[in-house]
Nanobody, 129 residues
Framework: QVQLVESGGGLVQAGGSLRLSCAASGRTFNNYAMGWFRQAPGKDRELIAA????????YYPDSMKGRFSISKDNAKNTVYLQMNSLKPDDTAVYYC??????????????????????WGQGTLVTVSL
């Protein structure tokens, strides 16, 4: 099983950009689909982006298309989330998750029985006016 550690969060002004990293330990990284989620205080967890084990054809919910981009570097066992044109509403704790099933990651926020196998501890992103 992999372990995940997120980094790159912090305070940014509205309109700015951040790139989050999710470093995976373990030699089975390529056996996992990956996803980025976020949870704001008092709100449900949201899926931002998902990526298959092979890294092709990223998936974004309609509400997340345009400002977020997921990518991975297999040589570094790392998945990234590039965030642009940030807004105060983007303030949340951002988590990466891993599961052998891309489907499980995509439906994780709509089907409580489909919880990704591995989660990171989260990194806080705060967007100020």
């Amino acid at each position: 099983q992999v372990q995940l550690v997120e980094s790159g969060g912090g305070l940014v002004q509205a309109g700015g950009s951040l790139r989050l990293s999710c470093a995976a330990s373990g030699r089975t990284f390529n056996n996992y689909a990956m996803g980025w989620f976020r949870q704001a205080p008092g709100k449900d967890r949201e899926l931002i982006a998902a990526l298959s084990r092979g890294g092709g054809s990223p998936y974004y919910p309609d509400s997340m298309k345009g400002r977020f981009s997921i990518s991975k570097d297999n040589a570094k066992n790392t998945v990234y989330l590039q965030m642009n044109s940030l807004k105060p509403d983007d303030t949340a704790v951002y988590y990466c998750a891993a599961d052998p099933s891309l489907h499980r990651i995509i439906v994780a926020t709509t089907d409580k029985d489909m919880n990704p196998e591995v989660w990171g501890q989260g990194t806080l992103v705060t967007v100020s006016l």
